[in-house]
């Protein structure tokens, strides 16, 4: 019940299309659905995170759509350029939760390769 | 403003030895965590510490342990090493209590298990 599901595990995308990368999760006490982005050699830095109060956030080309009946959410990356690529984590947590604030469960991750 | 550093980056260990490594957190955050990274396993959650005190702990044997000073930094320590502990050892602080929920990530420590 504490897992989140991440698909798909790798994608390709041609320079200005549109990457899309889907979570699944079951804990309906998750409250916190941020999206981490990863470089090689460095530590994951925040890329845009939702709480469940609303279904879309938008910000700059990145989009998070949430679907909270599904306990489901996704990240759109629009008009992809090849800066973009490197390894994209969801995750989820109970932040509203007591003490479960530095607590994030992951994804699996997705390596996102744009092609020029 | 300095982000958050982890010492040593780089470390080569035996099996059965110990191992510490230390992060400093981004001046101002009370909340350390500790994640193991993985290609099998993903970003996997250790422990947390805010104020000295573990808040929350994952799913790894008593093997792993950590610490929190008075100035926040924090140590983790992996004891009887097993090949199975290679892993890069990432430290994240956040600023609990301004409900961004937004961790800060430190480039990590890699450590290889021979």
């Known amino acids: 019940q504490q897992q989140v599901k991440q698909s798909p595990q790798s994608l390709i995308v041609q320079k200005g299309g549109i990457s899309i990368i889907n979570c699944a999760y079951e804990?309906?006490?998750?409250?916190?659905f941020p999206w981490y982005q990863q470089f090689p050699g460095k530590g994951p830095a925040l890329l845009i995170a939702i709480r469940p109060d609303v279904s879309e956030k938008k910000e700059g080309r990145f989009t998070i759509s949430f679907n909270k009946s599904a306990k489901q959410f996704s990240l759109h990356i629009m008009d992809s350029q090849p800066g973009d690529s490197a390894t994209y984590f969801c995750?989820?947590?109970?932040?509203?939760?007591?003490?479960?604030?530095?607590?994030?469960?992951f994804g699996q991750g997705t390596e996102l390769s744009v092609k020029p | 403003k300095a982000g958050v550093t982890q010492t040593p980056r780089y470390l080569i260990k035996t099996r059965g030895q110990q191992v510490t490594l230390s992060c400093s957190p981004i001046?101002?955050?009370?909340?350390v965590s500790w994640y193991q990274q993985t290609p099998g396993q993903g970003l996997q959650f250790l422990f947390e510490?805010?104020?000295?005190?573990?808040?929350n702990k994952g799913n790894f044997p008593g093997r792993f342990s950590g610490r929190q000073f008075s100035n926040s930094r924090s140590e983790m320590n992996v004891s009887t090493l097993e090949l199975g502990d290679s892993a890069l050892y990432l430290c994240?602080?956040?600023?609990?209590?301004?409900?961004?929920?937004?961790?800060?990530f430190g480039e990590g420590s890699r450590l290889t298990v021979l």
């Open positions: 510490y805010f104020s000295e005190t573990q808040r």
């Open positions: 995750a989820a947590s109970n932040y509203g939760g007591s003490n479960q604030g530095g607590k994030l469960i």
């Open positions: 804990n309906t006490a998750f409250d916190y």
């Open positions: 994240a602080s956040s600023f609990y209590g301004k409900n961004t929920g937004e961790l800060f």
């Open positions: 001046s101002g955050h009370r909340s």
